[in-house]
């Protein structure tokens, strides 16, 4: 299984970014992905999810009404649109994978994703 992030860079708050993470070796018919992210002296925290059971997703509070997490079956890449950007959301993002039918209702945690990506760097400046 490989996840691959793309899509980070510099801007300014207030901007948009939308970050890619493309997905290979396993079917992309029954899965979930999950976007986190760490900030410098911070622990790793869950920012969006979304499963391909129900087609159900999870935005942290903090990015609630700004961030939109979406999928492309065909190219089996999951995106998150990030608009209104701030400078917390400032951090190193990396898409996680389930490779499984699971709902979001059913989610533990971080522990359930099994395949991680390498983090692509968002840097919002005041």
């Known amino acids: 299984v490989q996840l691959v992030e793309s899509g980070g860079g510099l801007v300014q708050a207030g901007g948009s970014l939308r970050l890619s993470c493309a997905a290979s070796?396993?079917?992309?018919?029954?899965?979930?992905i999950g976007w986190f992210r760490q900030a410098p002296g911070k622990e790793r925290e869950g920012v969006s999810c979304?499963?391909?059971?129900?087609?159900?997703?999870y935005y942290a509070d903090s990015v609630k009404g700004r961030f939109t997490i979406s999928s492309d079956n065909a190219k089996n890449t999951v995106y998150l649109q990030m608009n209104s950007l701030k400078p917390e959301d400032t951090a190193v993002y990396y898409c996680?994978?389930?490779?499984?039918?699971?709902?979001?209702?059913?989610?533990?945690?971080?522990?359930?994703?099994?395949?991680w990506g390498q983090g692509t760097q968002v840097t919002v400046s005041s």
């Open positions: 996680a994978a389930i490779e499984r039918a699971i709902t979001i209702a059913t989610m533990t945690g971080e522990a359930d994703f099994g395949s």
């Open positions: 070796g396993f079917t992309f018919d029954d899965y979930a």
């Open positions: 979304i499963s391909s059971s129900d087609g159900s997703t």
